[in-house]
């Protein structure tokens, strides 16, 4: 269960990026989520809702959007977005859509990212 850990690392992110700009609310959270990257957007859209209580992220509308893996084939030359075998959880297969090569190389679709975070700020009355 890593995504308590992964969405509190999201959480600390964002709650400093937003104090460090004088924040009084953040608005809004982008993630995207590589399909590679062995997290489950519900485990960790529930974490995140936990974890925001009492803070100023707490009304904020938390967008995740699924990336698809993409992929670089040296034997057909195909590049571009692989399908999963996802059987087991733990060790997914890729490969080539084109040839079936599973030596390929991955360009996208392993990380997790904080795209964009949308912050209200004080009125300088």
């Known amino acids: 269960m ?3 850990s992964m969405a509190q690392g999201i959480i600390n992110a964002v709650i400093d990026t937003a104090e460090s700009n004088n924040a009084t609310e953040v608005t809004e959270v982008g993630i995207e989520i590589g399909r590679l990257a062995m997290i489950n957007p519900e485990q960790l859209r529930f974490m995140l809702s936990v974890l925001v209580e009492n803070t100023i992220v707490e009304d904020a509308d938390i967008k995740i959007e699924e990336i698809p893996v ?13 399908e999963l075998d ?3 959880h733990y060790a997914p297969i890729v490969e080539c859509p084109k040839c079936g ?3 390929i190389s991955i360009l996208n679709g392993k990380d997790c990212v904080v795209k964009n975070i949308v912050i209200e700020k004080p009125d300088d009355d």
């Open 86 to 88: 996802d059987k087991d």
């Open 70 to 82: 993409e992929i670089n084939c040296p034997e057909c030359g195909f590049k571009g977005v692989a």
């Open 2 to 4: 890593h995504e308590l």
């Open 101 to 103: 090569n599973k030596r």
